[in-house]
């Protein structure tokens, strides 16, 4: 069965280096591609899947930014199962202080650049491996930084509180992007930040274990009624 993966704003496949899927799983990437002029996160979602087999059973896992737009795609061509890293199923899970940062436009009054200059100041502050810290600092400046000003937009104009089923949740303890207090994980990370795919690799290929095998077509021959 084919996974599909989307990162977070500003990454790419990159960031799942350390993941490694049960036997039966063929992991695959959705890739960004360039948002049109004033497009939603709801259309942009539905121009994505352009990128996957839809005519067979699939299962997305999203991180961050990622996470949200599976959300959107699995509402229109349902998946084996979404997951989610990192992320939120529903815009109502935004801290309050998103919504009065999208209602002061607080996106528009900064220019593309200092985006990723803020990402790049953020690795010096982190804990990575010196080979993650220098991965992710090369993804950001790979980064197209039109971009990752139009999905912090697109993030805060959000507006959705269907949850696709069945859908999964990982999240870290102390995720600074989308604090926990503020969803409901269905698996809570102890320790973990907003990068679990790299700084708790190891955890979320556990959890990707023992959940990934429930919806695969072997599996579900040989369950038990």
Known sequence: M????????????RLFRH?????????GYVEWIIPEKKESL??????LTEQI?????????GMSLGGILSVEIAKRFP???????????????LPGYYAIAGRLRLPDLFPPSFFKGAATLKRLLTREKSEDKAMLRQVIRDGNP????????????????EIP??????HGSRDEVFPVWFTRPS?????????????????????????????????SANATP
């Open 187 to 219: 698996h809570i990370v102890p320790k973990g930040g907003h990068l679990l795919v790299i700084n708790h690799a190891n955890e979320v290929n556990r959890i990707l274990g023992e959940l990934l095998p429930r919806y695969s077509p072997v599996f």
């Open 165 to 170: 089923q069945p859908l999964w949740h990982i």
């Open 53 to 61: 087999d839809t005519r067979q059973p699939f299962i997305l896992v």
């Open 146 to 161: 039109w971009f990752i000003k139009w999905g912090l937009k697109a993030v805060l104009e959000w507006r959705n509180e």
């Open 42 to 47: 709801t259309d942009y979602a539905c121009r």
């Open 2 to 13: 084919n996974v599909y993966f989307i990162s977070g704003i500003g990454g790419d496949s």
């Open 79 to 93: 998946p084996a199962a979404t997951i989610l890293i990192g992320s939120i199923p529903v815009s109502s899970h």
């Open 19 to 27: 993941i490694q899927l049960p036997a039966g799983f063929q992991i």
